[in-house]
């Protein structure tokens, strides 16, 4: 496929989480489709993203479809909802998920914790609300790096509670909620990262304050693999992030902002400021530690709308809802 002049990357959290597991192959595979399927697919068929991040699509807990995606791809998204012309996507990728994936140690002594709270990542089914990346671009699978297994405790100045978890949950529970993955795609003759991620919102705990210390530093390590640390291993035993000379894009629902909201604000500023890349054709990034208002606000629109990103453009991070277009 020829390099456009234009890419659009866009993520958009749909919201599909079943009671139990299948529930949402049930769904998509039905012979009338829901209104909110049908909303759905005709969201996206009018914003027409090259590549988005669909966060919150169940799928099994262990990656792959279940024939969930596939369904929502060729039965919706391949038939026009209302107007709009269909969009194909015959590039995917559904990555394992650590929610619903119970540890194997006593979490907490904590009363009442419900069987969700005793996963890796909230989920009461291993596989819900995962998230997935639908392409127009082919995805190099073989090259693709995970973090799903990375422990909380091997992030350097973590911030796991002291008096909430037991010391066997400490060395056991995985830093990511879901997952954080760097997704090679090609674009003609040349290759772009797409970071993407969902770390837990920063809310739905207690005084000990787990989720909103786990936001912070999910968004840590996700500046750890654009800053390239040492100190981050991926789930095939490799060091470091991204090196400097890789273009890449950052989407995901990071359940934070830098000036609102409930989480912590710190972490969430060096994502938007940490590297400004150039790209060009062939895709060359000039990396440089600037701030420049006009990219804090391009990396600000996850509540602001989907990205069209020129491949001569300056670029950070890109976080991005599907609700109206943008163009830079």
Same mark, same amino acid.
């Given at each position: 496929?020829?390099?456009?002049?234009?890419?659009?990357?866009?993520?958009?959290?749909?919201?599909?989480?079943?009671?139990?597991? &299948? /529930?949402?192959?049930? %769904?998509?595979?039905?012979?009338?489709? $829901? *209104?909110?399927?049908?909303?759905?697919? #005709?969201?996206?068929?009018?914003?027409?993203?090259?590549?988005?991040?669909?966060?919150?699509?169940?799928?099994?807990?262990?990656?792959?479809?279940?024939?969930?995606?596939?369904?929502?791809?060729?039965?919706?998204?391949?038939?026009?909802?209302?107007?709009?012309?269909?969009?194909?996507?015959?590039?995917?990728?559904?990555?394992?998920?650590?929610?619903?994936?119970?540890?194997?140690?006593?979490?907490?002594?904590?009363?009442?914790?419900?069987?969700?709270?005793?996963?890796?990542?909230? &989920? /009461?089914?291993?596989? %819900?609300?995962?998230?997935?990346?639908? $392409? *127009?671009?082919?995805?190099?699978?073989? #090259?693709?790096?995970?973090?799903?297994?990375?422990?909380?405790?091997?992030?350097?100045?973590?911030?796991?509670?002291?008096?909430?978890?037991?010391?066997?949950?400490?060395?056991?529970?995985?830093?990511?909620?879901?997952?954080?993955?760097?997704?090679?795609?090609?674009?003609?003759?040349?290759?772009?990262?797409?970071?993407?991620?969902?770390?837990?919102?920063?809310?739905?705990?207690?005084?000990?304050?787990?989720?909103?210390?786990?936001?912070?530093?999910?968004?840590?390590?996700?500046? &750890?693999?654009?800053?390239?640390?040492?100190?981050?291993?991926?789930?095939?035993?490799?060091?470091?992030?991204?090196?400097?000379?890789?273009?890449?894009?950052?989407?995901?629902?990071?359940?934070?902002?830098?000036?609102?909201?409930?989480?912590?604000?710190?972490?969430?500023?060096?994502?938007?400021?940490?590297?400004?890349?150039?790209?060009?054709?062939?895709?060359?990034?000039?990396?440089?530690?600037?701030?420049?208002?006009?990219?804090?606000?391009?990396?600000?629109?996850?509540?602001?709308?989907?990205?069209?990103?020129?491949?001569?453009?300056?670029?950070?991070?890109?976080?991005?809802?599907?609700?109206?277009?943008?163009?830079?």
């Amino acid at each position: 496929m020829t390099a456009p002049s234009t890419l659009r990357f866009a993520q958009f959290n749909l919201s599909l989480a079943g009671r139990k597991a &299948g /529930d949402i192959k049930s %769904q998509m595979q039905a012979p009338t489709p $829901s *209104r909110q399927i049908k909303n759905l697919a #005709a969201t996206l068929q009018r914003v027409r993203p090259d590549v988005v991040v669909l966060c919150e699509f169940d799928h099994p807990g262990d990656g792959g479809d279940d024939g969930a995606l596939a369904a929502f791809c060729e039965r919706h998204l391949a038939k026009s909802q209302d107007g709009d012309p269909p969009i194909d996507y015959p590039y995917r990728y559904l990555p394992a998920t650590n929610t619903g994936l119970k540890l194997t140690v006593p979490v907490s002594a904590h009363p009442h914790l419900t069987d969700a709270q005793q996963c890796h990542g909230f &989920g /009461d089914y291993h596989g %819900q609300f995962g998230f997935v990346i639908i $392409s *127009r671009y082919p995805i190099e699978d073989t #090259a693709i790096c995970t973090w799903q297994h990375f422990a909380w405790h091997q992030l350097p100045h973590h911030q796991i509670p002291s008096d909430y978890y037991t010391e066997a949950a400490k060395k056991k529970l995985r830093l990511a909620s879901k997952n954080l993955v760097s997704v090679p795609i090609s674009i003609g003759d040349q290759q772009i990262r797409l970071v993407a991620c969902h770390p837990t919102p920063p809310v739905f705990d207690g005084p000990e304050k787990r989720n909103w210390r786990r936001n912070s530093d999910e968004i840590h390590q996700l500046i &750890g693999l654009l800053d390239n640390a040492d100190w981050l291993v991926d789930d095939k035993g490799v060091h470091g992030g991204l090196s400097s000379e890789i273009p890449f894009v950052v989407i995901g629902d990071l359940n934070a902002d830098p000036s609102y909201g409930d989480g912590i604000n710190k972490p969430l500023v060096p994502c938007l400021t940490i590297r400004v890349c150039t790209l060009m054709s062939p895709l060359v990034r000039r990396c440089q530690k600037v701030r420049r208002p006009s990219l804090t606000r391009f990396a600000l629109s996850m509540a602001k709308g989907g990205q069209s990103l020129p491949i001569t453009a300056g670029c950070a991070s890109i976080m991005s809802c599907l609700r109206e277009s943008w163009r830079c």
